[in-house]
């Protein structure tokens, strides 16, 4: 059984640049979420999916950022005209809606470097 | 509103020590999950252990134990004779039903086992 996959791991842009990142959840995990992580910080939930419909979107997120899950399975994070304030690790993880205490599994995480 | 303190920022021990990391946690929901995830030097969080709110019941798993007290909102978590390999960044969470289930992290305790 896989865990959760996401990519790229490191990404280097330049500030105005927009970038994407990929999720892939535990295959029966019918949630999925994003979270941002800041060095010395805990992660910080932004925005969560059951099945393919989204159900909840942090302030944090800014117009800039945008999720979907079009089919239920895979996601995509996506930051348009990215800022150096935007530099973090973005998590991804996934969970059963029921019969798991909701506990979430996290994938490696993706680096963001804005320059 | 839930939210989750870890009043600890760092805590340095000797091998073979025991250590314990406190969480004090705040939710106006009857029912609700805690967590203790660890995140070592490579990054990817773990899912350690899971406590839900109706049960109080302390238990021990090889080298981790754990103590819920409702009464308190604490939910602390022990590690016993401490080893080199322990030394990460401990996250403990919350999940709530009012909050749709989803989960956030206090800011975490960075514990550093020296030999």
């Known amino acids: 059984d896989t865990g959760v996959s996401q990519n790229p791991r490191h990404k280097i842009t330049k500030r105005g640049q927009n970038v994407t990142f990929r999720c892939d959840p535990i295959?029966?995990?019918?949630?999925l979420y994003w979270y941002r992580q800041t060095l010395g910080q805990g992660p910080e939930f932004l925005t969560y999916?059951?099945?393919?419909?989204?159900?909840?979107k942090s302030r944090l997120l800014s117009d800039r950022f945008s999720a979907e899950r079009p089919k239920g399975s895979f996601s995509t994070l996506e930051i348009q005209r990215t800022e150096q304030g935007d530099s973090a690790m973005y998590l991804c993880?996934?969970?059963?809606?029921?019969?798991?205490?909701?506990?979430?599994?996290f994938g490696e995480g993706s680096w963001l470097t804005v320059v | 509103a839930q939210k989750v303190t870890q009043a600890q920022t760092e805590i340095s021990v000797v091998e073979k020590e025991d250590v314990t990391l406190d969480c004090v946690y705040e939710?106006?929901?009857?029912?609700?999950?805690l967590f203790w995830y660890k995140q070592p030097p490579s990054g990817e969080l773990v899912f350690l252990i899971r406590r839900n709110s109706f049960d109080e019941q302390n238990e021990i798993s090889g080298r981790y134990s754990w103590n819920f007290q409702k009464s308190t909102s604490s939910f602390n978590f022990t590690i016993t004779a401490s080893q080199v390999v322990d030394s990460a960044v401990y996250f403990c969470?919350?999940?709530?039903?009012?909050?749709?289930?989803?989960?956030?992290f206090g800011a975490g305790t960075r514990l550093f086992v020296k030999a």
């Open positions: 993880a996934s969970s059963l809606s029921q019969g798991s205490g909701n506990t979430i599994y």
């Open positions: 969470a919350l999940s709530e039903a009012t909050g749709g289930f989803k989960t956030i």
């Open positions: 999916f059951q099945n393919e419909a989204q159900l909840e």
């Open positions: 295959s029966e995990h019918n949630r």
């Open positions: 939710t106006r929901d009857t029912t609700y999950y």
